[in-house]
């Protein structure tokens, strides 16, 4: 299922590419992972994810590995004109 693979991927990056960011962040996050109800909540979690991969690894690769899971999202990130990946 997607949203499980999706779900996946992202806590992955944030726990192992990112773990030593500030916890209460992280924790917030991952919860807010965890507990998305589809596909498009974690869509809309991808510029959280960015910032606190930016904490560490730099904006742009932070973006980089983000966009790189873009394929688990299906036609949402093939009908998005703008892939951004900043928040608003």
């Known amino acids: 299922?997607?949203?499980?693979?999706?779900?996946?991927?992202?806590?992955?990056?944030?726990?192992?590419?990112?773990?030593?960011?500030?916890?209460?962040?992280?924790?917030?996050?991952?919860?807010?992972?965890?507990?998305?109800?589809?596909?498009d909540a974690l869509w809309y979690l991808r510029p959280e994810l960015v910032s606190a991969l930016a904490q560490q690894l730099g904006e742009r690769e932070a973006q980089l590995r983000v966009l790189g899971l873009s394929h688990l999202f299906g036609r949402r990130a093939a009908t998005h004109r703008s892939n951004s990946l900043v928040g608003r």
């Not at 990056?13 to 500030?22: R, S, T, V, Y």
Request: hydrophobic share 55%; aromatic share 8%; proline share 3%.
């Open 1 to 39: 299922m997607l949203l499980d693979a999706a779900r996946s991927a992202m806590i992955e990056l944030l726990l192992f590419d990112a773990p030593a960011i500030e916890e209460t962040f992280q924790l917030g996050l991952l919860q807010r992972l965890r507990y998305a109800s589809d596909l």
